[in-house]
């Protein structure tokens, strides 16, 4: 089994936009699937841990309490390692619509950031999945963007994709 | 009973900075008192609904569950009317050194704010109070910085005062 014959779906990428004047980070990909499945892979743990992060990590979610005021904790490991602490709140969730989170990680105690995660119905059984991310100054955005953050992000939607197939039978 | 023979202390307001770079807010004030019991006064439900906003409005903590990944939700009232609906998450807390939280309020759904307090000792039993807020637009931070901030901020530490004066045995 080859890669060249099991997967035939071309890389798309998420667009990944740093804003010029302000110290945010917009994210925006589409999906091949109907909202609701989105909004599900999304927040269903089961699933989250499926696809978040890069291929070569697998995520362990301890908390996840999906709902306005809840938490969430997760690490991530690379075999018998764990490399990072993951956690934060959910500030306000609207399902189907909206959530609102921070998300920090405890090898770097003071770096925080807010995200708005916005699902839009594109029609034909595809949406659009928008997260927006503030933090606290120009040089922490910096950080954020030379963490190779990217990564983390194409190969995990790449993962979320495949789940999506399954669940919608695409044959790709 | 006259205000003059009963409140000799001047009015001592809080440094509000408004960044001219970034959607940020920064508010400093210090208090004549140590820092646990600033502290105390910032966390404890108890304390928090006798100082918290201004005096014309008296404030009802539903939800205060101060500690990482906890939540808060409180209703401000005058009389028997309820003006507005706050909530949101404690994303960190350190005790005695910093909180990070988020804010918002039911009465405006997509406002949402991340602040995170900072109480440094300043020596001779006073403590120094820094909040830095940021918003995800310079609109946002408009819109903040128009609403009268300054009355609740202002009102609510001069009623703080007043407990830690208690709390100190100062004869102000």
């Known amino acids: 089994m080859t890669t060249s014959t099991t997967d035939t779906t071309p890389t798309r990428e998420a667009r990944i936009e740093a804003d010029p004047e302000l110290p945010t980070v917009r994210i925006t990909r589409s999906f091949d699937a109907p909202l609701p499945l989105v909004y599900r892979a999304w927040t269903d743990p089961e699933l989250v841990a499926q696809w978040l992060g890069p291929r070569s990590i697998d995520m362990e979610i301890e908390t996840w309490d999906l709902r306005t005021g809840g938490e969430y904790r997760y690490t991530a ?51 659009e999945v928008d997260i927006l991310s503030v933090v606290f100054s120009m040089e922490e955005r910096a950080a954020m963007l030379a963490s190779g953050m990217e990564v983390g992000i194409n190969e995990g939607y790449a993962k979320l994709d495949e789940i999506l197939a399954e669940q919608t039978g695409s044959a790709r």
Request: glycine share 8%; aromatic share 12%; no cysteine.
């Open 77 to 127: 490991r690379r075999d018998d390692e764990e490399l990072a602490h993951f956690y934060g709140s959910f500030h306000k969730v609207v399902p189907n619509e909206r959530i609102t989170q921070t998300w920090g990680f405890d090898e770097m105690p003071d770096a925080v950031s807010l995200e708005t995660a916005t699902f839009t119905d594109l029609g034909d059984g595809r949406t």
